[in-house]
Structure formats: structure tokens, C-alpha cells
């Protein structure tokens, strides 16, 4: 289903798309062009489901997701061409989940393109969950367009490299919850116990929930986040961190 598009949303559409910096001489004229294609496809991505129930990013987000996968799969097996089936699959995890791409989409300034609803635009609880749907559809519109990951691989490898060599690094850091998990069942503990508390109402506030972990009854760590989960994240990181460091 084709919209028509405006000028004035057309000109903020390829002033996004160039922000992006893909390394490509055919994407750079096809934008430059104005191409009606791509710029009703990067629309259509761009469109969350509150302001149109038809024409909205679902489509290319569902389509977004098997891209993202086989991109990242392609990154890691050109740049860690020995890491072994498991590793591969611990790191393309990271690559491709729903934090990483909230984070590609902050990065890139998303949120400013994106064409929401009056609902969505109040819901600071899905603004993270916007950014991430709304980026990995943008994934899928390039591929679409182009027929090809190269375009997606030249943008998105950038920001692989530095991503992947940080997990790799310290992959304990982004799995904080797990690896607490397996390191008291080889100690001999029960699971560590998580408990949450509301401190602020304010819907976005960092500090909105703060996670205190105990093992064994005995308080171990605390942190804050803006949701339960960021909090129970930030709160393991903190601890295992400090038990990487005995």
C-alpha cells in the first residue's frame, strides 16, 4: 500500500537517511534522487501502528527481524571467521536484540522521524520499545528496497565492531543475570532473589525502580533503572562485577 507523501516529510526523510552515513554510491544517489520507492518504504517504517492502522511499520519490522539475523550472521562469520557455532550464537544474540536496537535507534535519532499516534506519544513506557520496532523496520526497508544486505552490512557494521569487541571483552557484563545465575549454582547457593521497589512515579525516570539482590539473605547489591528489568540488569551487572574482581 502506497501513501502519498509531502514535500516537507520527503525532505526530512532523505535528510535522515543521508544522517546515516552508509558508505554506498548507489544509496547515496537513490536518496539524493528523491526516489518515490524509498521514500514511501522508509515512510511506511517510520509510521507506527497508532497513527495508521494500515500502513505502519509491522510489516517491515516482521521482515526487519529475519534481516537482522542473517546480517549479523554474515558480520561474524567475516570478522570472527575460527569463533566456534556456540560463540557465534552467544554473540549474534547481543547483535540483534531488542536493547540493541534501541540503542542503534537513539543513536541515529530515530525517535525524531518517527510519525506516532497522540496515545503512543504520551506512552513513555514504549518509547524504547517504539525505538527498537521502528529501527529494526528501517533494517527491513533497506533490504527490501536493495535485495541485498550489502547496504545493510555497510551501515550496520559499524556499529558491530565496537559492539561485538566490548561483548567479547567482558560478555558477563551483558548476560549479568545469567552468569550470577551459574555462579551460584557452582558455589552452591540458591538463586539470587531480585526485589523491586517503586521509588518514583515519574514514567522514564532512570531511578524510577531500584533492584536489590540478595543471596543466601544476605544483601549483595542494589541499582536503579527506569523498569523493573532495567533494574534487576543494572543491579547483577553491579554484582558481578564485583565478583570478577575477587
Same mark, same amino acid.
Given at each position: ?14 535528510? @535522515?537517511?543521508?544522517?546515516?552515513? $552508509? +558508505?554506498?554510491?548507489?544509496? /547515496?544517489?537513490?536518496? &539524493?534522487? %528523491? *526516489?518515490?520507492? #524509498? ?69 541515529? @535519532?530515530?525517535?525524531?522521524?518517527? $510519525? +506516532?499516534?497522540?496515545?503512543? /506519544?504520551?506512552?513513555? &513506557?514504549? %518509547? *524504547?520499545?517504539? #525505538? ?115
Amino acid at each position: 500500500m502506497n501513501q502519498i507523501v509531502n514535500e516537507r516529510r520527503t525532505e526530512q526523510i532523505i535528510k @535522515f537517511l543521508n544522517s546515516l552515513d $552508509i +558508505k554506498s554510491r548507489r544509496f /547515496i544517489e537513490i536518496v &539524493n534522487r %528523491k *526516489d518515490k520507492f #524509498i521514500i514511501n518504504i522508509v515512510n511506511e517504517a517510520l509510521t507506527h501502528s497508532s497513527e495508521n492502522k494500515i500502513f505502519n511499520y509491522e510489516k517491515l519490522e516482521f521482515f526487519g527481524d529475519a534481516v537482522l539475523r542473517l546480517s549479523a550472521s554474515d558480520f561474524i562469520d567475516r570478522t570472527y571467521s575460527n569463533m566456534s557455532v556456540g560463540k557465534r550464537s552467544e554473540l549474534r544474540s547481543q547483535l540483534v536484540s531488542d536493547e540493541w536496537l534501541t540503542e542503534l535507534g537513539k543513536k541515529i @535519532f530515530i525517535e525524531k522521524v518517527i $510519525i +506516532k499516534g497522540s496515545k503512543a /506519544i504520551g506512552d513513555e &513506557n514504549a %518509547k *524504547d520499545t517504539i #525505538i527498537a520496532e521502528t529501527s529494526e523496520a528501517l533494517i527491513g526497508a533497506i533490504y527490501k528496497f536493495f535485495n541485498s544486505i550489502q547496504e545493510v552490512n555497510l551501515w550496520l557494521d559499524n556499529f558491530w565492531k565496537k559492539d561485538a569487541e566490548l561483548f567479547l571483552k567482558a560478555p558477563y557484563k551483558f548476560n549479568a543475570k545469567s552468569a550470577l545465575q551459574e555462579w551460584c549454582q557452582s558455589k552452591g547457593f540458591d538463586l539470587p532473589i531480585y526485589k523491586i521497589y517503586e521509588v518514583s512515579k515519574n514514567h522514564g525516570d532512570p531511578k524510577r525502580f531500584s533492584c536489590e539482590i540478595y543471596i543466601d539473605g544476605s544483601k549483595e547489591a542494589y541499582s536503579f533503572g527506569q523498569s523493573h528489568k532495567k533494574a534487576e540488569k543494572n543491579a547483577a551487572i553491579i554484582l558481578i562485577e564485583k565478583i570478577f574482581k575477587k
